[in-house]
C-alpha cells in the first residue's frame, strides 16, 4: 500500500473522534499549533532554508522563491492566523433546520464534519497551517500534501500541528502529511482514495487543478482559477474606472482575483479607454485587443497588441490584459459567460439598470458593482481565512470557510412513531 | 451530435430565461403543468397503455408494471402535486448571508439555479412531472431520460411540460426530454455534457446509480440506494421495537427507506428478538442471520437462514431482513457506519445516553431515535416533494427538494471601492 493510502487511512480512523470532540476541545488545539509554530520558528526557518537552497540550485525563479520563504515576521503571521482560527465561531453542531412532523416526530438537521478533507497544494508553506486550522475549525481530519520544493518547512509544520493536537489530548494522527513525491505517485494514490477521503480539494494553478479532477475518484472541489473581467459600462465614472482597472489588475496580478480582462461599451471607448490605457501601461501592464480597442490604444498613444482568441479565455497571472468592445450590456454579459472561469467579475457603471442587469445576467461565484475583483477572499468576506475559492456550483461556491467543509445531518427523535 | 446533446444544447440555452423569471411567473408555469396533464388525461393514459402492452409482451414484472401504470386516479394525483409545487416557496433570490464591509462595500449572497439538471430515472412516469416542477421551481432547465419501457407515457407528460413553460411565457425548450435508447447511446452522452449540464441525478436502482457515477464527466449526486439499519438497544421498549421494525420492514420493502438490517444487543436477544422475529415471519419476511440470531430464532420457533458477510452490505428491496447480534451500542455505531449506504439508521432505546451515542456516531443522512427510517422523505420532511435522496456528504445530504437545485452568488455593491 502507498504512503498516502496508508496515512489517509490513518487519517479516516482517527476522523471520528475529532468530529466528535467539542469545540472549545479543537480550539484548544488550533492556539496550540499556533503556539508550537512560534516555539520552534528557528527549527521551521531552518527546514524552511534547506528547502531554499534547493530551490534556488534547482533555478526557482524569484517570485516562487518569495512565496516558499518562511522568516521570523512570515512565522509571526501564520501563528496569528492561527490565533485567530482558533477563536472563529464552530460550524459543528450548528441547528441549520428542522421541524416537528405532524406525528411529534422532530426534526432537526445540523451541520457536520465531512470527515476527511485532502489538500494537495504548491509550494506555500502557509497553507499547511491555514488547511490544518480550517479542518480541525470544521472536525475533519485531514491529509495534505504539499509542493515538493517545500517538503521540509510543510513537514516542520504538520509535526507542530500534529504535536498540538495531542496536546489537545486528540489524535494526532487527524492530520497527516504525505512527504516528498517526485514522481507524484503518492498524488495519485490520495486522489483515489475512494473511501477514505471524503472530499480533495486542489490549491494551486491551473494544471494541478486539471490534474486532480481528471484524476481523482474522491469528490473534487475546483478552486482558483480566475480569467475575472472589468466591465466599463457607457454611463461609468471615468475615475472609478481607472482606480478599478488599476487596483483588480495591478495590485496582486499573480492572485486569482486580479482581473485579467477589460471589456468597454463601443460607444464609449473612445471616452473611457485613454485613461485607463494610460493608466495600465504606466503600470508596466502589456496590453493585447480587438481591433477597435487597437485604434483607440493608438490614438491615444498606448502601445497595444493584437489579442488572438486565446486570450480572451486567458489567466495571464501577470501584469498582461485583454481589452475588448462589446455592443451594450448584453454583450457584455454574453462574452464573460463565454470565456470565464465564473470567478469574479465587475461592471463600472453610474446606471442602476446596467448595473442590476450585469449583477444578475453574469453567472460567476461573485459579482461586483463599481468595486474591485480583489475583495473575493475569505478572510475579507468574513469566513476568518479560507481553504480556497470554488469556482463550481455544487456544495460551495466563491471563498470556502470553515462551514464549507462540513456537511448537514437529520437527527430525528421519535416515541415509537411509524408511517 | 447525438440527440441528448442536442438536446441539453437546447436547454442550457434557454436556462438563463428560466433563470431570470420571477416567482411568480414560474409558478404559472407548474400550475399550467398540471391543469394541462388533467386535461389530456385521456391522450396520457392512452399512451401509457401502449407502454404497458409492449412491457407486458416483454414480460415485466407484475411491480414494475404496477409502477409504470397511470389511470385516471394517478394521474390526478401527478396533478394535485404539480399543484402543490406550483405554491411552494421559491428558494431563487433568497438572501443567505451578507455583510457590509469595513470599506463600505455591501456583500449578498443569494440563491440562484444551478443552470442545467439532468434526471436519468427509470420506468416511472411520475417522476417526469415530479422532476419537472422542482427544476422549474428552482429556476433550473432539465434535460430528463426516463426508463424505454415508459418512453410514450413520459414523452407525453414533457409535452404537457414543455407547453405549460409556453403558456407562462417562458421557453418551451427550458425542459427536453430524451426519447427512448434502448443502446443507452443517448444516456452516455448525456452524462458527459460536460459545461452543458451542471448536475446529473440518478434516480433509480443501484446499478442505474453505479453507471452513471462511473460514466459521468458531469458532476453527480448520488441517491437513493439504503441499506437501512435497526438497531435494539439493550433497553428498547418491545412494543416499540416490534412496531418500528415491522414499520420499516414491511410498509413498503421496495423504496429506500425501507430497513434491511436488524441488529440487537447480545444480552438482550432472548427478550427483544422473540416478538420481533415472529411479527417479521408473520408479515412473510424472510429472515437471515449470525450463529447467536439463529439460535434465539430457533427457540422461538421462526425460520432463520444463516447470512453470509454478503447480506451485511445487501440492500433486499424485498421482504426480506438480515439480523445481527451485537455487543453494545458503539458496536452497533461500528457495524452500521461499516456497511451502511448512509441513508437512514434507526435506534430503538429508553436509554437517554444510547440514544444520543448512536445519533451522535452514525454518519447517515438521517439518523432516528425511537420512530422508523420510513419517515426519511422530502415531503414528509417538508420538502415539498423532492428529487431524490442524496447518500452523499457534498452539496446536499438526504431528501433533496428544490433548494438542493441551486447555489449561491455573491453580489457586492460599491462606490468605486478598491482594496
Not at 125 to 135: E, G, H, K, S
Not at 368 to 382: L, Q
Amino acid at each position: 500500500m502507498s504512503e498516502a493510502l496508508k496515512k489517509a487511512r490513518l487519517a479516516h480512523d482517527a476522523a471520528p473522534r475529532l468530529a466528535a470532540a467539542p469545540a472549545s476541545v479543537r480550539s484548544r488545539a488550533i492556539e496550540a499549533a499556533g503556539r508550537l509554530v512560534l516555539e520552534r520558528a528557528g527549527e521551521i526557518c531552518a527546514a524552511n532554508a534547506r528547502d531554499l537552497e534547493r530551490a534556488r540550485a534547482a533555478g526557482m525563479s524569484a517570485p516562487l522563491q518569495d512565496r516558499l520563504l518562511l522568516d521570523q515576521a512570515r512565522i509571526e503571521s501564520i501563528a496569528a492566523s492561527l490565533r485567530e482560527i482558533s477563536r472563529q465561531e464552530d460550524p459543528v453542531g450548528r441547528v441549520v433546520g428542522g421541524s416537528t412532523l405532524a406525528s411529534g416526530v422532530r426534526v432537526e438537521r445540523l451541520r457536520v464534519p465531512l470527515g476527511v478533507v485532502a489538500i494537495v497544494y504548491e509550494a506555500r508553506p502557509n497553507v499547511t497551517a491555514d488547511a490544518f486550522a480550517l479542518c480541525v475549525r470544521s472536525g475533519n481530519a485531514c491529509v495534505l500534501k504539499g509542493g515538493s520544493a517545500a517538503a521540509e518547512s510543510c513537514a516542520a509544520l504538520a509535526a507542530a500541528c500534529a504535536d498540538a493536537l495531542a496536546e489537545a489530548g486528540l489524535p494526532a494522527d487527524a492530520v497527516q502529511y504525505v512527504e516528498d513525491d517526485a514522481g507524484h505517485t503518492e498524488t495519485a494514490a490520495l486522489i483515489r482514495a475512494h473511501g477514505l477521503v471524503d472530499v480533495l480539494i486542489p490549491r494551486g494553478g491551473a494544471s494541478l487543478i486539471r490534474s486532480c479532477v481528471e484524476g481523482a475518484t474522491v469528490p473534487v472541489i475546483e478552486t482558483g482559477t480566475g480569467n475575472c473581467h472589468i466591465y466599463l459600462h457607457r454611463d461609468a465614472d471615468v475615475e472609478k474606472a481607472v482606480g478599478i482597472v488599476v487596483n483588480a489588475k495591478c495590485s496582486r496580478p499573480g492572485v486569482c482575483n486580479a482581473a485579467e480582462s477589460l471589456l468597454v461599451d463601443d460607444c464609449a471607448a473612445d471616452r473611457l479607454l485613454p485613461p485607463v490605457l494610460r493608466a495600465l501601461s504606466e503600470h508596466g501592464v502589456q496590453l493585447v485587443g480587438d481591433r477597435r480597442a487597437c485604434e483607440v490604444a493608438a490614438s491615444a498613444g498606448v502601445a497595444m497588441g493584437e489579442a488572438t482568441d486565446d486570450d480572451w479565455g486567458t489567466e495571464y497571472l501577470d501584469l498582461k490584459m485583454s481589452v475588448a468592445c462589446v455592443e451594450d450590456v448584453d454583450a457584455a454579459v454574453a462574452h464573460v459567460n463565454r470565456y470565464s472561469t465564473h470567478h469574479s467579475e465587475a461592471i463600472v457603471s453610474e446606471s442602476y439598470a446596467a448595473c442590476e442587469r450585469f449583477l444578475a445576467g453574469v453567472d460567476s461565484a461573485a459579482v461586483y458593482a463599481n468595486a474591485s475583483t480583489r475583495f473575493t477572499d475569505g478572510g475579507v468576506f468574513g469566513l476568518g481565512g479560507e481553504i480556497g475559492i470554488s469556482t463550481q456550483k455544487l456544495h460551495a461556491r466563491g471563498p470556502m470557510g470553515a462551514e464549507a467543509l462540513t456537511t448537514t445531518k437529520y437527527v430525528i427523535r421519535g416515541e415509537g412513531q411509524v408511517r
